[in-house]
Nanobody, 124 residues
Framework: QVHLVESGGGLVQAGGSLRLSCEASGRTFSDYAMGWFRQAPGKEREFVAGFTRGIYVTYYANSVKGRFTISRDSAKNTVYLQMSSLKPEDTAVYYC?????????????????WGQGTQVTVSS
């Protein structure tokens, strides 16, 4: 069992930055693949960024590539999502998740545990 808690969301103006955190308890991130997803009102949950299981290769959705950076602190069992050059279309609830698949995983069904989400609102 893994318990995930996101934090760091808030209201920011377009062009600004935020850093989201996801702290895990129960198991360590090194045992899992890890993904950040987001869901805007009326839209499906979509992949944002992730680490592959084992060798920790990072990968990103095209919509955030070059603006968002995923990183991890193994000592704190925490994964971060640094978001820069934010746009109004980045507004969503952001979720972290972990799963046991190897390789890049872009769909929510590939992940087994989810946090409660943190709201990010970008004003124009």
């Amino acid at each position: 069992q893994v318990h995930l808690v996101e934090s760091g969301g808030g209201l920011v103006q377009a062009g600004g930055s935020l850093r989201l955190s996801c702290e895990a308890s129960g198991r360590t991130f090194s045992d899992y693949a890890m993904g950040w997803f987001r869901q805007a009102p009326g839209k499906e949950r979509e992949f944002v960024a992730g680490f592959t299981r084992g060798i920790y290769v990072t990968y990103y959705a095209n919509s955030v590539k070059g603006r968002f950076t995923i990183s991890r602190d193994s000592a704190k069992n925490t994964v971060y999502l640094q978001m820069s050059s934010l746009k109004p279309e980045d507004t969503a609830v952001y979720y972290c998740s972990v799963g046991t698949r190897y390789g890049a995983s872009y769909t929510p069904s590939d992940y087994d545990y989810w946090g409660q989400g943190t709201q990010v609102t970008v004003s124009s």
